[in-house]
């Protein structure tokens, strides 16, 4: 027979007497897979996640992080901030879908491609750069005896890329209301036929404008930022055959399934940024963002999902 000190005896009594009262503790009477639903989504709840789209993540972040810290901070439902940057369109609509992002800000084309595929919404505007709206400039060289939209038949035009809204949406929103007949291009000196405007994709402002000097294309779309940064040297061999319309500069989505409280708290904290020192100095990390605003009116909002339809049905018919 094996003899216990009673000293022993006494610590392993203890011991036992702990255990028991933990296991009869009603804080544990559940295991951690077995968390109540409602735990789950008060947990889930405590991240705010912003998300863009780049190839370059690591420079979206530097910009996004200061304002999701910002909300997290300042915002009761959470306690901290992310960012997600998506390598194309496509995933970002899927971490929409999923509830994986919270907020994502972007111009009117890629915004309405959000709210139509991912059943985002669209919250508030947002100045970048000192601009609340932007519009696009449809112009060509001179000498190239093009003095109007319609002689540009037969011919090809440079939009900088397919997510673009200045420089895609509303300059083939305006080619398509004008009445003509947009069709998009494989190369800039394709063979176009009379009763077709062509248009090919350059990726970048200055390829259209390159493209436009050297003869490759018959007109060029920019915004009108990008323009006004002509040289004086370039701007006096170009005319400008049209100017879009205005239309906001960028606007703030939310996932469809945010709550309406929280939604209304975000849209509180971003509005009222740019009264506050701090406010300021994140907004001006944020891609120098001068401040949110309100949407002007539905209208302006029912007219940017308009020319997003128009956008849609042109893409269709080029795939047929």
Not at 87 to 97: C, H, S, Y
Not at 187 to 216: A, C, H, Q, R, T
Not at 252 to 275: E, F, T, W, Y
Not at 281 to 305: A, G, W
Request: glycine share 4%.
């Amino acid at each position: 027979m094996i003899k216990i000190k009673s000293k022993t005896l006494t610590v392993i009594s203890l011991a036992l007497s702990l255990l028991g009262m933990v296991a009869c503790s009603p804080q544990n009477s559940t295991s951690q897979n077995e968390i109540p639903e409602a735990n789950q989504s008060s947990a889930l709840q405590k991240t705010i996640v912003l998300a863009d789209i780049s190839d370059n993540p690591q420079k979206k972040i530097r910009r996004f992080q200061p304002l999701a810290d910002y909300l997290a901070a300042n915002l009761s439902e959470f306690d901290r901030g992310a960012v997600k940057i998506a390598p194309d369109m496509e995933t970002l609509i899927a971490w929409l879908k999923s509830g994986e992002v919270d907020i994502y800000v972007d111009s009117p084309y890629p915004a309405m491609l959000a709210m139509n595929s991912a059943d985002a919404k669209p919250i508030l505007r947002r100045w970048k750069k000192d601009q609340a709206e932007y519009f696009s400039l449809i112009f060509t060289i001179s000498d190239r005896n093009i003095s109007s939209l319609s002689d540009l038949q037969g011919k090809t035009i440079a939009f900088e890329e397919p997510f673009s809204t200045t420089g895609y949406m509303l300059p083939l929103g305006k080619l398509i209301e004008s009445g003509l007949n947009p069709l998009k291009q494989s190369l800039p000196n394709s063979s176009v036929p009379e009763n077709v405007v062509g248009y090919v994709f350059s990726y970048e402002d200055e390829n259209s404008i390159e493209w436009l000097l050297s003869g490759k294309v018959a007109a060029a779309a920019i915004d009108n930022r990008n323009f006004d940064k002509l040289s004086p040297k370039i701007k006096e061999k170009v005319i400008v055959l049209t100017e879009t319309e205005k239309i906001a500069r960028n606007l703030v989505m939310v996932r469809g399934d945010l709550p309406p409280d929280q939604i209304k708290a975000i849209s509180s904290v971003l509005l009222a940024m740019d009264q506050t020192d701090e406010g300021k100095v994140v907004l001006e990390k944020f891609s120098r963002t001068t401040k949110f605003d309100q949407i002007p009116t539905t209208e302006s909002l029912n007219r940017i999902q308009e020319l997003y339809q128009k956008t849609q049905h042109s893409l269709s018919k080029n795939s047929k």
